[in-house]
């Protein structure tokens, strides 16, 4: 049981370009998240899914797109990289809804020049 | 959304040292939690605490959810307990961090 994880580790993009972080769990949860986390800063939401197929916005979902076509899976892919989007990306799943404890992925550094 | 306050925003201790650190929340809600962020940025999860007492080793947690507050205490700390501590309430289907108090413990 690997929990939540999360490839790759660290990326340098060129501004314009686009990439995929992908976040895989294995606990069969329904419930999965993206959250950025720039310098000294705390966590905020990108985009969120409660199901295969359905998934939603968060705070600062600009840039970026998601998708979840199985329950395992939730990529997050972001189109046309800029510097702003420089930042550590976590992706995580909670055992239920609202209750149980949050798994977070090991992150994703991604750097964009 | 629901309002996540921490306090205080920064702390240094002295190895061997007792701290308490807040939660703040706004709301009422069904899930409270504390997170300890390490120097190499993982996030782990420290407790799941909605109410009660528990605790872990040096570490313990309060939440009084009526008074929508919740305590970490670290107790007798070590260098390793550097980093920074989260805590994140959730209703309905988002979750929601406060700042964050980061923790310098010098030896």
């Known amino acids: 049981n690997a929990g939540v994880t999360q490839t790759p580790k660290f990326r340098i993009l060129k501004i314009g370009q686009s990439m ?4 895989t769990q294995d606990m069969n949860h329904n419930y999965m998240y993206w959250y ?5 800063m705390g966590l905020k939401l990108i985009y969120y899914s409660v ?6 916005k968060g705070e600062v979902p600009n840039g970026y797109n998601v998708s979840r076509s199985t329950t395992e899976d939730f990529p997050l892919r972001l189109e046309l990289a800029a510097p702003s989007q420089t930042s550590v990306y976590f992706c ?7 209750t149980g404890e949050l798994f977070f992925g090991e992150g994703s550094r991604l750097t964009v020049l | 959304g629901i309002q996540v306050e921490q306090s205080p925003p920064d702390l240094i201790l002295q190895e061997g040292a007792n701290s308490t650190l807040r939660c703040n ?9 504390w ?6 940025g993982q996030l782990i999860n420290l407790f799941y605490i909605p109410s009660g007492t ?6 313990s947690a309060t939440t009084v959810a009526t008074e929508r507050y919740s305590l970490l205490y670290i107790s007798s700390s070590q260098t390793t307990d550097s980093g920074v501590y989260f805590c994140a309430s959730s209703l309905g ?15």
């Open chain 1, 36 to 40: 950025r986390q720039d310098p000294g």
């Open chain 1, 20 to 23: 995929t972080l992908q976040c």
């Open chain 1, 51 to 56: 199901g295969a197929g359905i998934t939603d």
């Open chain 2, 93 to 107: 289907n988002q979750f929601y961090f406060g700042t964050g108090t980061s923790l310098t413990v010098i030896p």
């Open chain 1, 92 to 98: 995580a799943s909670p055992r239920e809804r609202d």
């Open chain 2, 35 to 40: 997170f300890h962020q390490n120097p190499w």
């Open chain 2, 54 to 59: 528990k605790q872990n080793g040096r570490l």
């Open chain 2, 25 to 33: 929340f706004s709301d009422s809600v069904n899930n409270l939690q």
